[in-house]
């Protein structure tokens, strides 16, 4: 007789009755909301569901937002201790913590990552980013890197939808604890955490102007690249604008820094713990829908326990559970975009027209939204595309090799240089100086 009982799993979906979201959103300049001219709406990537309009600054708000900042910087921040910048740090980070679960359910909705990640990853590593940020703001001058360090000035921030509130953090929470000001672009998919973020500096009382959003598309971003009023530019996203915006920058006096694509390797030797590497690769490749820029998404298996890696990888691929961002068991999200599944779609038809052969873990992908199920291609030579290109989504590339050389070869055939793994138990893999990565 079959058993009655049901191990599976009920929903849990998170409530989002904790945001509200506003049917239409301005910049924030110079410390207030302004209206915006013209809007595009922003959408619930699992749904399809219009959250909000966005709005879309042009030459003029960016000049706003320019002006505000170089105001704050010469009046305010920049006579400001290091120690009373500090403090604003730690209110901003203390009110991020207590706001944490506003944010995350508004990060999943207008993200489409599942609501554990933003819940216990992105909001409570960006709070941290501000708490060690503002441990730093007075202790600039005795940090080895000479008695008279200084700000840039006026910071240009442009950063991409994957994390959006983390990587606001990132860029926001060292440029001001070291006496610069902002003028920040979300992505135009993920505006909604910045701009409750703006609230938050409201909040904090942090002096107007000192942070400034703009929210709009790529014409934003270059408006602000281009923008003779700014010192730095700081980007995070595509390779292909990383080289656009080294050309605009490379004949001014701005600073920038670039952080890029990626397409990392994770080696697996065969002596390495086995069930330990399934987890290392499944989060390697799957966290956050694979739209991570150091995924690990080339694993770089050793030829003789290939088949035993791929049947327990198979198996445990087939445990990932994909489906409502909102559910709090759920552990693959919606693609951010259809932009972005069209690529994910475009990179995975090459593999099979290029003879890759491809298998996906089977599960039910929901109807509205946009979806694709975590997805492994073998066969794969190191010409083909998916060996080559960043995919950006839930799809990992499998090579395989017989000698250790053989190996760290095929793991430095790449232009990227952002991360890489070595799962081995021989403290002399990782070290020895025949297997070393070489980072260029
Ligand atoms: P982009 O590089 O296009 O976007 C990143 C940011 O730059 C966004 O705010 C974008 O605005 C802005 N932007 C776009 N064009 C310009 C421009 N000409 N001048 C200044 N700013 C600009 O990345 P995508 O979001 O289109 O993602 C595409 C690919 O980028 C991914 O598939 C992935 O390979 C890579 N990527 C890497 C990331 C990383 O962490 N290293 C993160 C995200 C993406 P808008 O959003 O309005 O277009």
Redesign the pocket.
């Known amino acids: 007789m079959e058993s009655p009982v049901s191990f599976d799993y009920a929903p849990a979906p998170e409530s989002r009755a904790v945001v509200s979201i506003k049917p239409k959103y301005g910049h924030f300049i110079g410390g207030k909301f302004v209206a915006g001219s013209k809007h595009f709406p922003t959408i619930n990537p699992a749904t399809e569901e219009v959250l909000s309009q966005i709005a879309l600054a042009g030459k003029a708000e960016v000049d706003a937002a320019v002006k505000a900042a170089r105001k704050a910087y010469t009046a305010t921040w920049s006579k400001m201790s290091g120690k009373e910048r500090g403090k604003y740090l730690f209110r901003i980070a203390r009110i991020l913590q207590e706001r944490a679960r506003e944010f995350a359910v508004l990060e999943t909705l207008d993200n489409g990552k599942p609501i554990r990640e933003s819940r216990d990853v992105d909001i409570p590593l960006a709070a941290a980013h501000f708490f060690y940020h503002a441990g730093w703001a007075d202790k600039l001058e005795f940090a080895g890197l000479g008695t008279s360090t200084k700000p840039h000035g006026v910071a240009g921030q442009?950063?991409?939808?994957?994390f959006p509130l983390l990587m606001l953090a990132w860029k926001i929470a060292p440029a001001l604890a070291a006496g610069n000001t902002v003028v920040l672009?979300?992505?135009?998919?993920t505006s909604l955490t910045a701009l409750l973020f703006a609230e938050v500096c409201q909040q904090a009382e942090l002096p107007a102007g000192v942070v400034n959003i703009v929210t709009?598309?790529?014409s934003?971003?270059?408006l602000?690249?281009n923008h003779p009023g700014i010192d730095k530019i700081a980007?995070?996203?595509?390779t292909?604008?990383?080289k656009?915006?080294a050309r605009a920058v490379a004949p001014t006096p701005k600073s920038v820094t670039l952080?890029?694509?990626?397409k990392a390797a994770n080696i697996i030797f065969e002596d390495a713990a086995i069930d330990e590497a399934i987890e290392g690769i499944v989060n390697g490749i799957f966290f956050n829908q694979g739209?991570v820029?150091c995924a690990g998404s080339r694993l770089i298996l050793q030829e003789n326990i290939a088949e035993e890696v791929l049947d327990k990888l198979k198996k445990r691929m087939s445990k990932i559970r994909v489906g409502d961002p909102m559910d709090k068991n759920t552990d693959l999200g919606a693609i951010n975009s259809k932009e972005?599944l069209l690529?994910i779609r475009e990179l995975s038809a090459s593999g099979d027209a290029e003879g890759a052969q491809r298998w996906s873990a089977p599960c039910e992908l929901p109807t509205k939204g946009f979806w694709f199920a975590p997805t492994i291609f073998t066969g794969i030579t190191q010409s083909h595309r998916i060996a080559r290109e960043?995919i950006?989504g839930p799809v990992l590339s499998v090579l395989t090799f017989r000698t250790p050389q053989e190996g760290i070869d095929k793991a430095n055939n790449t232009p990227f240089g952002l991360s890489a793994g070595i799962w081995s138990e021989k403290g002399s893999r990782f070290f020895g100086p025949a297997n070393s990565f070489a980072l260029e």
Do not use: M, R, Y
């Open positions: 442009i950063i991409p939808w994957n672009k979300p992505a135009e998919s709009g598309d790529g934003t971003g270059a602000i690249v980007f995070t996203g595509s292909e604008v990383g656009i915006i952080e890029l694509g990626g739209h820029c972005q690529k960043e950006f």
